[in-house]
């Protein structure tokens, strides 16, 4: 079974599939993963992703096809795999139904988690990092036990620096440009389903689950 899981940064995607992957027991692939360890491994492939990540520019769809193809084909994806962050275009999309498709696989099942502009703005805006250990707390949510110091190492709290209004709600909406016509195309096909990601990660699971 391949799944596919969007949704704009902060709706929580990336946990949801990660939960999603324990459950049924098929691997989480993330694009953003394979990236950095394309450039580790040193590959031709990992190379061309590195002069484009260095440069701060798109890697090119082909590379990114290639990275997933060769995941794909690992022993761990013969069930299924969750995608993460791909595709995000529409151009993608149809190649990705193509590649499986020479393989006689297909995209089973799209899940978008679809959270309230304010309510992800809400979300981002108050999440505090901590500079030492990465943990993630939030102001109202999830508050640190003693204000401004991580729980688990004592190091620093703080929102990161690009997290102002403005800033969010121009990702969000660079996100729902790109990815509205993605989500007709599986629409379209009968492949989508939309969660409402709004609440605790519990009740999401729940739905996600649901939707499957
Ligand atoms: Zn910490």
Known sequence: MILVIMGPPGAG???????LAAELGIPQVSTGELLREARRDGSEVGQRAAINMDAGTLVPDEVVMTLI??????????SGAILDGFPRTVAQAVQLDDMLERSGRQVDRVVSI??????????????????QCGAVYHRTTKPTAREGHCDLCGGLVSSRSDDNEEAVRIRLQTYSNL??????????????????GSGGLDEVFNRVQGAL
């Open 13 to 19: 995607k990336g946990t949801q599939a990660s939960r």
């Open 69 to 78: 193809e060769r995941r794909l084909e690992q022993q761990d994806c013969g």
């Open 114 to 131: 679809s959270v309230t502009e304010d309510e992800i703005v809400e979300r981002i805006l108050g999440r505090l990092t901590c500079g």
């Open 179 to 196: 990815t509205a016509p993605v989500l007709d195309y599986y629409g379209g096909a009968g492949r989508l389903a939309s969660v409402d």
